[in-house]
């Protein structure tokens, strides 16, 4: 396992409740705050810079807020309340918005440079189990294709829950995971799988680290380093591609477990190591992962006394 002490800062801005974010050009931030119906942007010293958008179903309003991605100086913002998704300048001035038709909700956001990709949940008199896991818009907000085979469930809460998903693109192929079924995947931008990849240990798995723990002891590296091929994913808490690096990286966190753990995988699919992040000598929660072009990795989180950081 690496143990990565990356520059850690803690944000003293009040308020902050969500951890999603984007990042502009010059390194500045955009804090999805759901609960208050906003953006909150900030400098990368930690200078509060301004607020965008207030709860309501105007224009320039948005109302509980899903998802917020920053792409050629324009914000993106998923407005699941509005059923919408909505686009500001980087100085907060509303530029348009377009409806989702026959949304329920919205829980991901992903724009390239000619398309916006969206997790969209539809509403309970659709047949849900027959949607695409991800819908594809044009910058014009018409519907291109949807893509991606969901988890069927026999309930409409289990279908709006266990659909729940973190998604990037890079080069026409689409990667993501689920936020409650611990699997990751890459489609092209056609819908063509190309991997998916579930990360639960299998029984074989685990019965080959039982039986050698039994013949050979814990306390030898051989052990550890068996144990540390055994993915142990259950939910994801934050899920991002490094483009530049050509790595995806998935965050596996658990507070009552204390595991607060990122698994580093190539853009096949495969394993290649954990990750612990360190802050005051402990694992850190990240539960946001996101990476710059002009930086190895950025990321943001909260902690148990609710801390934000980046």
Do not use: W
């Not at 998802?67 to 993106?76: D, I, L, P, W």
């Not at 998923?78 to 918005?97: M, P, Q, T």
């Not at 289990?158 to 489609?187: C, E, H, Q, R």
């Not at 039994?214 to 993915?231: A, H, M, N, Q, S």
């Amino acid at each position: 396992m690496s143990n990565l002490n990356p520059k850690v800062k803690l944000i003293k801005q009040a308020g902050l409740i969500s951890a999603v974010m984007g990042v502009d050009d010059k390194e500045n931030f955009y804090f999805l705050d759901a609960f208050n119906h906003r953006i909150l942007k900030f400098s990368k010293d930690d200078r509060f810079i301004k607020e965008i958008g207030s709860i309501g179903q105007g224009e320039k309003n948005l109302f509980q807020p899903a998802g917020v991605a920053v792409e050629k100086g324009v914000v993106y913002v998923l407005d699941n309340g509005g059923r919408k998704i909505k686009s500001f300048s980087v100085e907060g001035e509303y530029l348009a918005d377009f409806e989702i038709e026959k949304a329920f909700g919205t829980d991901s956001l992903c724009v390239t440079d000619d398309v916006i990709l969206a997790s969209v949940k539809y509403k309970r008199n659709e047949d849900f189990n027959k949607h695409n896991l991800i819908t594809i818009f044009g910058k014009n907000g018409k519907i291109i294709k949807s893509i991606g085979k969901i988890i069927k469930c026999q309930t409409y809460a289990g279908y709006l829950t266990f659909n729940t998903i973190f998604i990037s693109a890079m080069d026409k192929t689409i990667f993501g995971t689920f936020g409650f079924y611990p699997v990751i995947f890459a489609y092209d931008i056609n819908g063509k799988e190309i991997f998916y990849k579930n990360l639960a240990p299998s029984i074989q798995d685990i019965r080959e680290l039982k039986e050698y723990a039994e013949e050979k002891g814990f306390d030898r590296p051989e052990y550890t380093k068996k144990e540390g091929k055994i993915l142990t994913a259950k939910y994801c808490s934050g899920f991002a591609l490094d483009s530049k690096n050509k790595h995806l990286y998935y965050a596996t966190n658990n507070f009552t477990l204390n595991n607060f753990v990122v698994l580093k995988f190539n853009l096949k699919g495969e394993f290649i190591e954990r990750i612990a992040f360190k802050m005051e000598n402990k694992n850190f929660p990240t539960v946001h992962i996101f990476i710059d072009k002009k930086k190895p990795s950025l990321g943001s989180g909260m902690d148990r006394k609710k801390r934000n950081f980046i």
